[in-house]
């Protein structure tokens, strides 16, 4: 969000959207979701676009983190292996600072970007977790179908 406002859009919308008297918040205490998504709209611009694409693919980012965390912490609890017990440090390590960020007012960035990284990795074994099950699946039916077409010759 930071960095579409600051990089991509210019500084008088972002202290529109932010005004304490006529920003976002009041639009939206007052006149709701759509007349506040209008406003936004006519403030920002393609910002708003932009900003709501990061938000997605943030939301993906976290959801194959998610996927990879659980994935690691049942492979500790089937195989205890050293791979494993690795991606148990890191989800411990992502949620220990993630509930201290939220505990303290103002937690320095050089304490979250290990985190961000380890975030990062458990999205990595996410995907390829996923991925490797899309591939079994589909090879399944690849050879499902591959049998048929060979049956189908021999006939």
């Not at 969000?1 to 600051?6: A, N």
């Not at 676009?49 to 959801?63: E, W």
């Not at 985190?115 to 899309?134: D, N, P, Q």
């Amino acid at each position: 969000e930071r960095v579409t406002i600051d990089y991509l859009g210019d500084r008088s919308s972002a202290r529109a959207v932010q005004d304490p008297r006529r920003g976002w918040r009041v639009q939206l205490e007052r006149h709701g979701l759509a007349h506040t998504m209008s406003f936004l709209w006519q403030t920002l611009g393609s910002v708003l676009i932009i900003s709501f694409i990061g938000a997605v693919l943030m939301l993906v980012l976290f959801g194959l983190a998610l996927f990879g965390a659980v994935h690691c912490i049942k492979s500790w609890r089937r195989e205890r292996t050293a791979s494993a017990l690795v991606g148990c440090v890191l989800s411990a390590f992502t949620l220990y600072i993630f509930v201290f960020s939220h505990v303290l007012n103002a937690m320095q960035s050089r304490q979250r970007a290990p985190a961000e990284f380890a975030i990062v990795l458990l999205a990595a074994i996410g995907a390829v977790i996923i991925h490797r099950h899309w591939l079994r699946r589909h090879e399944r039916k690849l050879h499902s179908r591959a049998t048929v077409a060979v049956a189908d010759i021999h006939l």
